[in-house]
């Protein structure tokens, strides 16, 4: 099998995947642009509780498990697919719920307002979060999932796949500031440090 065929094989198998995973947590967002509060961060873990039982592929559930060596296309493709995933829910709330766009702008010009640097920091707290969430998962240990949603959410937070599904609500015109990419670049980055903190620090033979 060459390099284009496996390249093509590793697509179809997790492209997929990686958009449903993208839909799982716009739901979550979904009810935590309408509820808000404690309430909301809480009902918002159902995303990525579904993420794990279906076990489909979220950049933040995949970043901090990958091979030191390997990976990275299956990763970048996983991140794509989130994105997408968020985009065709993003259509369809925008339509459908436009009471979801107001707070959706709202969080997209926090984002802003706090600047590269403070997002790229955000990023970093919710990524050590998740990756935290998801080994407890794999072991059969859901509290500390249902519980790592809520916290990341209520210490503000920056995560990628989630703010994709904002950002993408969000009036047009204010999506297409040039800082909007710089900001999220910074977050899928952040991101990815934190997924791999724990192995960086506590494990550094994996």
């Known amino acids: 099998m060459n390099v284009m065929t496996k390249s093509q094989s590793l697509f179809r198998e997790i492209f997929p995947l990686a958009i449903l995973a993208g839909i799982c947590i716009s739901i979550g967002c979904v009810v935590n642009l309408r509820v808000g509060g404690v309430a909301g961060a809480v009902l918002f873990s159902f995303g990525l509780t579904t993420v794990v039982y279906y076990g489909l592929k979220l950049y933040t559930g995949t970043a901090g498990f990958i091979r030191r060596h390997g990976d990275w296309a299956m990763l970048a493709i996983v991140l794509l697919g989130n994105i997408v995933g968020c985009w065709l829910t993003a259509q369809m709330i925008s339509y459908a719920q436009p009471d979801c766009i107001e707070p ?47 916290v990341f959410i209520l210490c503000g937070f920056a995560h990628s796949i989630a703010d994709a599904f904002y950002f993408l609500v969000s009036p047009t015109e204010q999506l297409l500031q040039p800082m909007v990419l710089v900001v999220y670049l910074c977050e899928v980055l952040g991101n990815f440090i934190g997924c791999n903190l724990y192995r960086w620090m506590l494990l550094p033979s994996k």
């Not at 990023?123 to 790592?148: D, H, P, S, Y």
């Open 104 to 150: 959706a702008s709202a969080i997209l010009e926090g984002r802003l307002a706090k600047g590269p640097w403070a997002c790229f920091l955000l990023a970093i707290g919710c990524g050590f979060i998740m990756t935290t969430a998801v080994e407890f998962a794999r072991k059969g240990k859901m509290l500390t999932l249902l519980l790592g949603v809520p």
